[in-house]
Nanobody, 124 residues
Framework: QVQLVESGGGSVEAGDSLRVSCAIS????????VGWFRHAPGKEREGVASFYHHGSTTYYADSVKGRFTISRDNEKDTVDLQMNNLQPEDTALYYC?????????????????WGQGIQVTVSS
């Protein structure tokens, strides 16, 4: 089993930056990719960014490219999402996830394990 715990969300204004972090524990062999998803009211869940262990390759949704950066610290076993130039449409519940690489899926990831979610709110 794999456990994921998010931290660092909050409320900011448009144009601000925010960093969310996810601490991962448990069976490392159960996943080969980690990432962030978000779910806003009235919208479908969206894959935001992922970090594939093979080659340390990163993938991003078009909506966040150039603004968000995902990073992985293997020593601390964390995965962070740095979010710059936040906009009101980025408001959502953000989830950390661990899973398996699948090229045809959002941010090329089939999530298998989820964190509890953390709120990010951006006001205009």
């Amino acid at each position: 089993q794999v456990q994921l715990v998010e931290s660092g969300g909050g409320s900011v204004e448009a144009g601000d930056s925010l960093r969310v972090s996810c601490a991962i524990s448990g069976r490392k062999s159960a996943y080969n990719i980690v990432g962030w998803f978000r779910h806003a009211p009235g919208k479908e869940r969206e894959g935001v960014a992922s970090f594939y262990h093979h080659g340390s390759t990163t993938y991003y949704a078009d909506s966040v490219k150039g603004r968000f950066t995902i990073s992985r610290d293997n020593e601390k076993d964390t995965v962070d999402l740095q979010m710059n130039n936040l906009q009101p449409e980025d408001t959502a519940l953000y989830y950390c996830a661990a899973g398996l690489y699948q090229g045809e899926r959002q941010v090329r990831m089939l999530p298998k394990f989820w964190g509890q979610g953390i709120q990010v709110t951006v006001s205009s």
